[in-house]
């Protein structure tokens, strides 16, 4: 889809890739956003975004309770892109079990 290309190349050049991925290039390109379907959660996931980041590059602590919270949030996201590629993604295979044998 030389349109689609296009729509990501510019996309790309632009400092959020979270606008990509949810909002304005998945809008052009697939005719969904999350921002459209569900503003709450869109803004939820980019203020976990930026949660991420000052718990891996400033050091600041985070409890389980959020960690889970915004690993959960993180795995809706997850199906909501797959809904838009027409893939199921289980629930149950994503949140168990929990947590992770990596980290247990």
Known sequence: MPEAEGIVDKELRKPDLMKLLLNTGMKEIAGRSLYSEDAKKYDSFLKAKKRRNEVCHEG?????????????????????????????????????????????
């Open 60 to 104: 600041l602590a985070i409890s389980t309770k959020e960690a889970e919270e915004l690993f959960k949030l993180c795995c809706e996201v997850v199906q909501w892109i797959g809904s838009v590629a027409g893939i199921s993604i289980n629930s149950v295979w994503i949140y168990s079990p929990w947590p992770p044998p990596s980290v247990r």
